[in-house]
């Protein structure tokens, strides 16, 4: 988690709104339109060196978000199955750039 989050409030109504329009509404991993309350926004590095500045941010669909490589959205796998998001063979549908 980043040292200094960015309130919640700024996060959703100014930051959210600027980078899913940066993305022209796609997911940039596999193209797909979402719309801007279906989009997730990532942190590209995450962790202890993540910031919300806008280079460090991109649009992602719910299932490239969930499936991005990355030890902090393990936490989401199980319920993104649940939800029929991934399919349960979903460790080969994993990505990193
Ligand atoms: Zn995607």
Request: charged share 30%.
């Amino acid at each position: 988690m980043p040292k200094k989050r960015t309130p919640n409030e700024t996060w959703y109504k100014n930051i959210r709104p600027i980078i899913w329009k940066r993305d022209n509404g796609r997911c940039v991993n596999c193209g797909m339109k979402v719309s801007l309350k279906n989009s997730h926004i990532d942190h590209i590095v995450s962790g202890l060196k993540s910031d919300n500045k806008f280079r460090n941010l991109r649009t992602l669909c719910v299932r490239c978000h969930v499936l991005r490589l990355d030890i902090n959205h393990r936490g989401m796998i199980q319920s993104a199955i649940r939800k029929n998001l991934i399919p349960a063979d979903w460790r080969n549908f994993v990505w990193e750039e």
